[in-house]
């Protein structure tokens, strides 16, 4: 990619270009196969707008990408079963490729038995126990969809991650975790730092790449930074307003090497692999040809 730049000189990784950029090629890919077209399932539950905003991005690209969407939404007042059954029903449907919970959900519900409903070749955002199970073994599946985006950034714009030093912060199962083991995968010697890490500034100063997915409004700043790293923000905070990372950008890009912008990084990205996982759940399922 031609990349732009921060007044500090930074290359500016934009999730937004390259999520184009992906969409393009996967319309290119589906027209191409004549039918049947890849079919991505919803699941909304509750009034949670920026929920509601996510996944109607997520049924738009799905369109501009030449598949099939479909959707059920529910009210936050649904029942356990209500939820359930609605995700069997597209489990058991086999014109639905690709099925994805959309998170969270509300908190009287029990997430885990909704998501083992989902059977592992359609479950393209990656966080059944069987999809993380094959993560974990390197088995064929689906990688969940925000860490398989980064990944996807570094690629794109040439940073290399073999022999590197890489820090993640944050260790949870939906980012932290398969994002250290994406990274150990890449040949990346990583560490994962949490809430319980001593000294972060320590623990961060010396990697060359650094991914932040802990959502505390500017929490790495220039400090933290080795000059000329490679910076990823996955975190999201509201502050007055505005959405802002968990990466201080004006101060951060007058260090750094490369830095993701936030919004417009890796939340474009997560959708691009969310529809990448869709094209690769149908093959999985033979109802599309090989790549």
């Not at 489990?91 to 029990?110: E, K, M, R, T, Y």
Request: with cysteine; net charge negative; hydrophobic share 45%.
């Amino acid at each position: 990619m031609n990349p732009a730049r921060t007044p500090g000189g930074a290359v500016l990784m934009d999730g937004e270009a390259l999520r184009d950029r992906i969409v393009a090629r996967l319309r290119g890919t589906v027209e191409a196969a004549g039918g049947p077209r890849p079919c991505l399932a919803t699941v909304l539950v509750g009034d949670d707008k920026p929920s509601h905003i996510y996944v109607r991005w997520k049924h738009k690209k799905a369109e501009e990408a030449g598949m099939l969407s479909k959707g059920v939404e529910l009210p936050g007042s649904a029942s356990q079963a209500q939820v359930e059954d609605a995700v069997g029903a597209f489990a058991a449907d086999p014109s639905v490729h690709g099925i994805l919970l959309q998170l969270p959900i509300p908190a009287a519900l029990d997430a885990e038995r909704v998501l083992a409903l989902i059977p592992p070749e359609k479950d393209v955002d990656g966080l059944t126990e069987a999809s993380m199970g094959r993560l974990m073994r390197g088995l064929p599946g689906h990688v969940p969809c925000t860490p398989l985006g980064v990944m996807r950034l570094l690629e794109a714009y040439g940073i290399e991650t073999r022999g590197k030093r890489a820090v993640v912060i944050g260790r949870s199962a939906l980012v932290g975790l398969p994002q250290t083991l994406l990274l150990i995968r890449a040949d990346a010697t990583t560490t994962c730092a949490h809430s319980r890490t001593r000294d972060l500034v320590e623990a961060c100063r010396d990697a060359d790449i650094i991914v932040s997915a802990v959502g505390v409004a500017r929490l790495i700043g220039p400090d933290h930074v080795k000059p000329g790293a490679t910076v990823v923000d996955v975190g999201v905070s509201r502050v007055e307003s505005k959405i802002v990372g968990d990466v201080d950008f004006d101060a951060v890009q007058a260090v750094a090497g490369a830095i993701t912008p936030m919004p417009g990084g890796t939340g474009p990205m997560t959708i691009a692999c969310l529809l990448e996982n869709t094209v690769e759940a149908a093959r999985m399922l033979g109802a599309f040809p090989p790549a």
